[in-house]
């Protein structure tokens, strides 16, 4: 029987370009050996198949345009290898995160706002289809016993899924974007900091002063982590500790550490703790960690106080003075069970800056305060605000604000000028 009678005669099926995607998707699938063409990197991967899928359509399809051909083959291409109908929004570089909210709703985060996006997706099975390839990819499982998993797409995107019964309007996946490595001098484009800023931030990275990057979701702060750590010397070792691998350092001597999940058995987890401690016996200059979450902050502290000063980290926190009380609580949760004036201790010993990050209902994410920690052993914390971002009542073509700088304090200045650095006049203390 022709395709055309096989595929169209009954009017009440899916739609003529869905019929035509299901039948070549199929035929594709006899015609491939899927092991094999799991091997090839994206690209090849792609190429090859669009050469069967050319084939089947010149010999067995309906007459159809070039640009329809190319469309069927892309969408063929999507589902039967890719992620369907989100491999069109994964394509899109302007796109930083994309949510599925069951099968009817589909959003997007494009510079910094959200927005419906068109695609949809048929039926819950072929949503469930698209979380199964994530997930086997990964060597991962999700059911109704575990219906929680975190994983990574092949182009690195970072990817949530939660499932019913905890999910109750569908299946539910949240895949985050990076983008590409930023430097201090993209961000000054980007208007997320100016240039006396980019100077101060330089010489303090560059004078082995800890920095604590904070900010809540979305501020952007490993996009941030990831400029500051350009300003450290290429001649010092680093180690980067992360649960995903977002960070991407320039400099010749980086090792690079990722956290692993325990396997399907409930074995084999190796937390971001562990690596910490293991960093310590690896020679390094600098830690940097992408984030603090749990009993990792005191690893982390003892590493900045025992000669690996001018380490990097990131918490969530909406202030500066909420990200030392978060780090204080993070590093209360390891096993020493220490006082509290001891966890004070160590932190005011330990950390010198912290960058607050925001981002405005614009979506604009700039800096929004750096701070000096200036409280010594056991006193309760006491931070010198060094710049401010202030909203402008009445703003002036596209920048909702402006910087205010007020002076370095005299100990700082006097730990950078003992390296052999200035600071920033913007930052220095008006003589009388």
């Not at 020679?283 to 749990?294: L, S």
């Amino acid at each position: 029987m022709p395709l055309t009678t096989r595929v169209f005669s009954d009017e009440k099926r899916l739609d003529r370009d869905a019929q035509l995607a299901e039948h070549f998707r199929q035929r594709l699938l006899e015609e491939i050996d899927l092991e094999t063409i799991f091997k090839l990197d994206n690209s090849k991967r792609r190429a090859r198949l669009e050469k069967v899928l050319l084939r089947l359509i010149t010999a067995e399809g309906p007459v159809i345009s070039s640009r329809e051909r190319a469309s069927l083959i892309r969408r063929i291409i999507d589902e039967a290898v890719g992620l369907g109908v989100l491999e069109p929004l994964l394509a899109d570089g302007s796109i930083t995160e994309i949510m599925v909210n069951g099968i009817n709703d589909v959003f997007v985060e494009r510079r910094g706002r959200l927005e419906r996006a068109p695609s949809v997706f048929r039926n819950e099975d072929q949503l469930y289809q698209v979380i199964d390839r994530i997930v086997s990819s990964v060597n991962r499982r999700i059911d109704e016993s575990s219906p929680m998993v975190d994983a990574r797409l092949e182009g690195g995107e970072r990817v949530n899924i939660i499932i019913p019964p905890l999910a109750l309007d569908g299946p539910t996946v949240t895949i985050r974007r990076f983008p590409r490595p930023f430097r201090l001098p993209d961000l000054v484009t980007k208007k997320s900091i100016n240039k006396p800023i980019m100077e101060l931030l330089k010489v303090l990275v560059e004078a082995r002063l800890s920095v604590l990057v904070s900010g809540g979701t979305g501020t952007g702060k490993t996009t941030f982590l990831n400029a500051l750590s350009g300003a450290i010397p290429e001649t010092e070792r680093i180690i980067t500790i992360e649960d995903d691998a977002e960070l991407s350092l320039q400099q010749a001597h980086v090792v690079r550490l990722g956290s692993r999940p325990a396997n399907i058995e409930g074995e084999g987890e190796v937390t971001i703790r562990d690596l910490v401690k293991n960093a310590l016996r690896m020679r390094p200059d600098r830690i940097v960690v992408g984030e603090v979450r749990g009993a990792e902050a005191m690893d982390m502290l003892q590493a900045m106080n025992t000669g690996h000063e001018g380490s990097l980290t990131t918490v969530h926190a909406n202030s500066a003075e909420d990200a030392l009380v978060r780090l204080e609580t993070l590093a209360s949760m390891s096993e020493l069970e220490l006082p509290v004036d001891t966890l004070r201790d160590q932190i005011n010993t330990a950390l010198n800056i912290i960058v607050q990050l925001t981002r405005s209902v614009q979506g604009y994410r700039h800096v929004a305060e750096i701070s000096a920690l200036l409280s010594k052993h056991r006193e309760n914390y006491q931070v010198s605000t060094i710049a401010k971002y202030v909203y402008d009542a009445d703003p002036v073509g596209d920048e909702p604000g402006h910087f205010e700088y007020f002076p370095l304090p005299e100990s700082y200045v006097e730990a950078i000028r003992v390296k052999g650095l200035s600071v920033p006049t913007e930052f220095l203390r008006r003589k009388k």
